[in-house]
């Protein structure tokens, strides 16, 4: 077994419903944070985490994540000939090592654990690193890279973890917590969408994972758990007991870009982050607030 998370996975497959019409012919994960498309920003987390290889689990219509990652010829040349250097410099993120990309189809939208198990071909039996790209964490040392910090003291089972009022744990999976530095946790249960005052705590798994391949062998049974799908977080509670398992409260500002409210929160908070557009945009904040005389 490796000692290093080389591995991450993207489920990307979603509909993108709650972002109609916009992801009618673009996948949600490519809608732009200032002037980066989300997914590229959970591609820079796992980078960041020393994960070299970045597996994409997709569906129809999602042709515009692997376009983005590919090489694109026509549009370097013109911005080389042009010498447009800024620009052909803005590139760069989307520069994959050759053959550093799988791009796998879930052919049946069968829920996140369905679509982990679609990538067990490429992981083999290692620990590997999963992020749901639509929650999207600030901070200079990634969330990822900070749960491979604990992964490298505790090994077996990570996972992120926020808390979150009483009113919102029937939206996440939900740990039921051992021992607990106020850091790490020891996970002893994990629940997917508690109903209503029946969560176990209040500490939400907020997408990201590492994984021990163990979870492979529980998710093939392919049962299915809350909202009729094949869920993560069922296979995960199979192996508490077989694998270490702790959950890490992480640093940084989190951003659910999967709800409207927190995709734009995310879009300002980047933008006033920005020394080329905060100035602007704090200049433009009376008339965004609507508070301007018309
Ligand atoms: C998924 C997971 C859930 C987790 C959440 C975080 O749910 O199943 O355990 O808490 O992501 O965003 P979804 O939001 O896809 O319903």
Redesign the pocket.
Known sequence: MTSKIRKVVFPVA?LGSRFLPATKSIPKEMLPIVDRPLIDYAVEEARQAGVEHFIFITGRGKGAIEDYFDHAFELETTLSERSKREALAALSTTQLRHGAASFVRQQKPL???HAIWCARDIIGDEPFAVI?P??LVRHERGCLAQMADAWNEKGGNIVAVAEVPDDQTF????VAPGADDGRVAEVKG?V??PAAGTAPSNL????RYILSPEVFEKLKDGNLG??G?I???DAMAKTIGDVPFHAVRFKGERF?C?DKAGYLAANLAYGLAREDIGPRLIELMPQIRGDLKR
């Not at 939206?171 to 939900?174: L, R, V, W």
């Not at 939400?204 to 997408?207: E, Q």
């Open positions: 979603g829920g996140l654990g749901l639509d929650e939206q996440y999976g939900i994990l997917e969408k939400a798994m907020t997408g809350a909202g799908e869920q993560l977080t659910d999967g």
